[in-house]
């Protein structure tokens, strides 16, 4: 299986400020990994696909990038509905595997 | 705009079958040629992708549960369905379903979730 590893697990950030969350892949997925938000008793919710793809709807605060193994989620300018688990999926190899994910919570 | 919603017994007894039905409505679940799949999330840790399955019948299963769940559609319903037999706490407690972005980008509409608890 692909190995997922997320990091930070969490972190503290204030409103306004800017977020970087990273995901490394065990392998290289080409552009096949996708970017989840998910709040308590919530579904996640896609925000970014293949890599840097914002999904129709989606803050443009929100931007994804990397490439090979390595990937990353910024948020510009925080703000306060921003506070959220975040997850990566790659769907390049089966099974399909998460990260651990990574709360992002107020500072 | 496709919706998705899961339903099952809430509770089940350890060692027996787990049954989960996700309703598509919005849209055929056999139009479009998208996949249907299931995950399911233990609390504090990442999703864990457990199947998908295609209106012609195809499915793809996680190696570390196919010995142990059965993903199927029934196209006249508009639903398809997760069994999970032998299940343990192991098993619990949030199972969702979601659709296959029709590009094959990951998972793009999800349902609301459903919680299982597996008590005696």
């Known amino acids: 299986d692909i190995q997922m590893t997320q990091s930070p697990s969490s972190l503290s950030a204030s409103v306004g400020g800017r977020v970087t969350i990273t995901c490394r892949a065990s392998q290289r997925i080409r552009n096949d990994l996708c970017w989840y938000q998910q709040k308590p008793g919530k579904a996640p919710k896609r925000l970014i696909y293949?890599?840097?793809n914002l999904q129709s709807g989606v803050p443009s605060r929100f931007s994804g990038s990397g490439s090979g193994t390595e990937f990353t989620l910024t948020i510009n300018s925080l703000q306060p509905e921003d506070f959220a688990t975040y997850y990566c999926?790659?769907?390049?190899?089966?099974?399909?595997?998460f990260g651990q994910g990574t709360k992002v919570e107020i500072k | 705009q496709v919706q998705l919603q899961e339903s099952g017994p809430g509770l089940v007894t350890p060692s027996q079958t787990l049954s989960l039905t996700c309703a598509v409505s919005?849209?055929?679940?056999?139009?479009?040629?998208?996949?249907w799949s299931w995950i399911r999330q233990q609390p504090g840790k990442g999703p864990e992708w457990i199947a998908y399955i295609h209106d012609s019948g195809a499915t793809y299963y996680n190696p570390s549960l196919k010995s142990r769940v059965t993903i199927s559609i029934d196209t006249t319903e508009n639903h398809f369905s997760l069994k999970v037999t032998s299940v343990t706490a192991a098993d619990a407690p949030l199972y969702y379903c979601?659709?296959?972005?029709?590009?094959?980008?990951?998972?793009?509409?999800w349902g609301q979730g459903t919680t299982v608890t597996v008590a005696s």
């Open positions: 979601a659709r296959v972005d029709y590009y094959g980008y990951g998972l793009d509409v």
């Open positions: 293949a890599v840097s």
């Open positions: 919005g849209d055929s679940i056999s139009a479009g040629g998208y996949y």
């Open positions: 999926l790659q769907h390049n190899d089966y099974p399909w595997t």
